[in-house]
């Protein structure tokens, strides 16, 4: 699975969109780009995934470039409950292989100031 | 719809107890992944298992571990004569059967957090 860069923290102001970036230039033609976040010791939540297309659900959007190298995790209106670290992890379409495990980096500790 | 569901939530052990850590994953899901997250550092892939079949245990440790998931009940991470380094939190993903076109997103249990005295 291909490598992935996020910045190791950011800070929002409460009420504003959140931009969190990846970046993950050597990401090949089936590799899906996956978002996650883990709320104080809490359990990994799922929150989008996307190939090339723009993603939107009820949740966040995910905007990935043209050449999908990077990709933005957006939350429009970020609250303090949004504290958390965001991991963006880069991983094969799973075609019942062996490929299924996920690979968290370090992540994005992202602080929802009030 | 009830999520993946772990149990203990906590777990205290003293050094060369064992400990056994159980998962229930979402209804419809017959994949189950356990991972592993020592203290101040990121979750780290242990092991993938379908019902009654291990697919990938790169991750786990070559001794005392090991992990089943029975045709009936739940899966079990099993760590036998624990020692202090086994601390850390443990947390069960499940996904649904994978097809062609179907996504194996994987969506996470609330974790067990083991404490080795």
């Known amino acids: 699975d291909a490598k992935t860069t996020q910045p190791p923290s950011m800070d929002c102001a409460e009420g504003r969109a959140a931009n969190l970036p990846c970046n993950h230039s050597?990401?090949?033609?089936?590799?899906?780009v996956y978002w996650y976040r883990q709320i104080h010791s809490q359990g990994p939540q799922y929150i989008i995934h996307g190939l090339k297309n723009n993603e939107t659900n009820e949740m966040a959007s995910l905007i990935i470039t043209e050449d999908r190298k990077s990709s933005t995790l957006i939350l429009p209106h970020a609250t303090l409950r949004d504290t958390a670290v965001y991991y963006c992890?880069?991983?094969?379409?799973?075609?019942?292989?062996?490929?299924?495990?996920?690979?968290f980096g370090t992540g994005t500790l992202l602080a929802v100031q009030p | 719809n009830a999520g993946v569901m772990q149990n203990p939530r906590h777990l205290v052990r003293r050094r060369g107890q064992e400990a056994r850590l159980r998962c229930s994953p979402m209804?419809?899901?017959?994949?189950v992944y356990w991972y592993r997250q020592l203290p101040e550092e990121g979750l780290k892939f242990m092991v993938y298992?379908?019902?009654?079949?291990?697919?990938?245990e790169s991750g786990m440790p070559k001794e005392r571990f090991s992990a089943e998931f029975p045709k009936e009940g739940p899966s079990i991470l099993r760590i036998q004569q624990v020692v202090r380094g086994d601390s850390a939190a443990y947390f069960c993903a499940s996904s649904p059967r994978t097809s062609g076109r179907a996504f194996d997103t994987q969506y996470f249990g609330p974790g067990t957090r083991l404490t080795v005295l």
């Open positions: 209804k419809g899901h017959s994949h």
């Open positions: 298992l379908q019902k009654e079949n291990i697919i990938d």
């Open positions: 050597t990401i090949s033609g089936n590799e899906y």
């Open positions: 992890i880069v991983r094969v379409r799973n075609y019942g292989g062996a490929t299924n495990k996920l690979i």
